[in-house]
Each structure stands twice: as structure tokens, then as C-alpha cells.
């Protein structure tokens, strides 16, 4: 459980990234992790190699139905993303048959303000019609 997450992040929401590895070498690993209402299911190979692969599977049923006979490499995922949370505590929870891949990272991202968005794109414009007048008059 994660408590006490200050307004700043929550006032406009923020999102869980949720990193798993499976270290293991008797092949891949079924695990399924959730967040509230938000539930995502890996299939972790257990030996990372650098690269991070989001999951987009929402239960188990859907991660085994979409695993063909052999190692679909494009199946293999280790991390999760949760979104639009407001509250200001989560609890994760880890599911599994067997056993499960092991939480490597968690990071919790506050979800930019509107406006701040707005004065940033404004200010990015701003500079490109002063750099392009500078341009023109040379």
C-alpha cells in the first residue's frame, strides 16, 4: 500500500508504472497485477534484455487465449501501466497461479494541469514566430 500521496499529485490524477521481472530460467511466468478496478495480466520471460514492453492485457483469460503453442516472443511483457487514479493512497495486489513475476520499479507520474499545458505549448509557439521573424529579417 502506498498512503498519503500529496495534493499536487492528485489534484489532476496520476498514473502507476508498475515494473516486474520473473528471474527465472524455466521459462515464462504468468502473473497478473491490480490497482483498484484496473487489473493487468503479464507473460514475463525472466530474463530481461533491456527492453520494456507494456502489457495490454486485461485478465488472465485474455493473456492465455492470445498465447499460441510455443514462445511468441511478442507476448512477452514487463510492465503496467494504471491510469487516471485520484485517490490518495493505492494499494497493489499480485495474482498468480504458481508463481509471479517479482516487482523490479514502481513509479507513480502526476498527470500535468490543463493549463500548464496550454502556457507551455503557447510559449513553444511563441518561440518558433520570434526565431522565424528573426530569420525573415536577416
Do not use: H
Not at 521481472?21 to 495480466?41: K, R
Amino acid at each position: 500500500t502506498v498512503s498519503n500521496l500529496p495534493g499536487f499529485i492528485t489534484a489532476n490524477g496520476y498514473d502507476v508504472y508498475v515494473y516486474f521481472d520473473a528471474q527465472t530460467d524455466t521459462g515464462a511466468v504468468i502473473s497478473g497485477y491490480t490497482i483498484g478496478s484496473q487489473s493487468f495480466w503479464t507473460r514475463d520471460t525472466g530474463t530481461f534484455d533491456g527492453t520494456y514492453v507494456q502489457t495490454s492485457f486485461t485478465s488472465r483469460s485474455d493473456l492465455v487465449a492470445a498465447v499460441p503453442a510455443g514462445n511468441n516472443q511478442s507476448l512477452f511483457t514487463n510492465f503496467a501501466r494504471f491510469t487516471n487514479l485520484t485517490d490518495s493512497s493505492f494499494t497493489l495486489t499480485a495474482d498468480s497461479d504458481l508463481f509471479r513475476a517479482e516487482i523490479s520499479g514502481l513509479q507513480i507520474v502526476a498527470v500535468p494541469e490543463p493549463s500548464s499545458m496550454v502556457l507551455l505549448i503557447l510559449g513553444a509557439l511563441g518561440c518558433i514566430a520570434f526565431s522565424s521573424r528573426r530569420i525573415l529579417k536577416a
